[in-house]
Each structure stands twice: as C-alpha cells, then as structure tokens.
C-alpha cells in the first residue's frame, strides 16, 4: 500500500547491484573471467605439435620471399601507390608473379575483366596443385579456404618434399600462413622502405621486365620447346602492335590455342 516498491529482482537492477559492489571493493559479486589468454590451452592441444612442424618446413621460403618480396614492394610504390596498398596486395593476391602484373595492370587502369582472365590463365597451374595435395585433412571449411589461397608454388614444393602420409591438417595450414607472412612481411618492408627513400625510383619500373625474362630462360631450361618458345614471342609481339592494352589477355588465350593445337597433334602421332 504506502511501502516502496524494491526493484532489485529485475536483472538490470541485480547487474547495477554487482557493479556497483565491486566499485565499492566487494568481491563477492560476480565478476568476468580475465581476458588474459591461457597459452598453454593451445600450447598442449594436439594439433599444436603439427602446426609447429608446419612453421619449420616453411622457414626455408623466407629466404627465397625475401628479395622478391622487397623488390615487389618497392616497384609498387615507385609506380605511385601507397605501401598499405602493397601490403593490401600481398595479403589479398598473394601469387608471386601475378601480383607484379596485377600492380601494373590496376596502375594502367586495365579492365576488371582482363586482369581477372589474365589472372585465371597465368595462375591456373594451382588448379593441379590442389588435386595433389590431401587439403581434405583440413577439416574446418575456413581453414581449408585459406589453406587453398595459400597453396603457392613455394607451399607446393614444400609439401611435396613431405611423404604424403606425414601432411596433417595443421600442418599444411602452417606451411601456407607462415609462406604469407613472409611474403606479405617483406613487401610491406620493402614498400616502406621505398616511400622513406627520398629518390627516384622510377628505374623499378624494370623489376617486372626482369622477373619475366629470368622465368622464360628458367622455363626454357627445363623445357626446350624452341617452336612454342618461338610462337610465344611472335603472338606477343603481334598482340603488342594491334591489341593495344588488350595485349597480354589476347596473347594469352592465342597461346593457349595453339599450344594445345601442337601437343594434339604431337599426341596422335604417338598413338
């Protein structure tokens, strides 16, 4: 009737109790768990073991990352972009040779279209890549997404020195984090550098020229196919003079046609 009516039931009124005790010094009111972490949760966990195996089997790359990642990083921003934008690159792209081209190409201001097809045509090798590799050990789907954008030449090569039996899934996870982060590691330092220098870099421009003509040579060691080789260099040509920024992208599919053209009918003759 005349008393006053108590709140403290309701559980905002409970919650303002228990705040307003612990303000006071009380430490019988219920407070949160310490957001510190537990490293020897994760440190003890099972997969721990194979992922620290992943991170050793990886430590070779950053060797070979290194001076290419430095190199990208400063041709990037010698072409006018910002270093996060070379960073941005690196985590997003990440694939080595593409991401030269594909600096270059947003740097032009190529169609969406033709980088993505020059991309798919460039790059399509990690098709057969994943085919090979047991990702199917990965068992949780994002992991196993990332695992896939990871799988580079150098991951490949890394995990296919493994017996297959040996590729657990932590493993290969770690072998593809720690190959990009030194990858995006030394284009961000190499992008950094290269905005605190204070000359002109205009000269990187070559650095994807070079990297090009290192791969061909390297490609033509390995396989002397002097009449594709010849093909190749003629249809660039050709693609230069009357398909302007389209050259690359037609070049490419042209290729692409008359390679499998001569390994038909090299095929047929064997059979």
């Not at 997003?92 to 190409?105: P, T, Y």
């Amino acid at each position: 009737m005349g008393g006053v009516e108590r709140h403290d039931a309701h559980p905002c009124g409970a919650r303002h109790a228990q705040l307003g005790g612990a303000a006071r010094g009380e430490h019988n009111v219920w407070m949160p768990e310490s957001p510190h972490l537990d490293t020897s949760r994760w440190r003890d966990a099972a997969w721990w073991p194979e992922f620290r195996k992943g991170l050793a089997d990886g430590a070779p790359v950053f060797f070979a990352f290194l001076p290419l990642g430095l190199s990208f990083g400063m041709y990037g921003v010698a072409l006018g972009l910002e270093w996060w934008w070379v960073t941005l690159t690196g985590l997003i792209i990440f694939a080595g040779s593409m991401e030269f081209l594909a600096v270059g190409m947003l740097v032009a201001g190529a169609p969406i279209a033709s980088a993505a097809t020059t991309a798919l045509f460039v790059n399509s090798r990690h098709v057969f890549y994943g085919l090979s590799v047991p990702l199917e050990r990965i068992r949780n789907p994002i992991a196993r997404a990332y695992a896939i954008h990871a799988l580079t030449d150098e991951a490949y090569a890394v995990l296919g020195s493994k017996p297959r039996d040996e590729l657990t899934g932590p493993r290969m996870l770690a072998v593809g984090a720690s190959t990009h982060f030194y990858w995006t590691a030394s284009t961000t330092v190499g992008a950094l550098a290269a905005s605190l220098i204070p000359y002109d870099l205009s000269f990187m421009g070559f650095a994807m020229t070079a990297l090009f003509v290192v791969l061909t040579l390297e490609a033509l060691k390995q396989n002397r196919e002097i009449g594709l080789f010849g093909a190749a260099v003629l249809i660039g040509l050709l693609g230069n003079l009357l398909a302007g920024e389209l050259m690359l992208l037609l070049s490419l599919v042209v290729y692409f046609f008359v390679a499998l053209i001569v390994v038909s009918r090299r095929r047929g003759r064997v059979a």
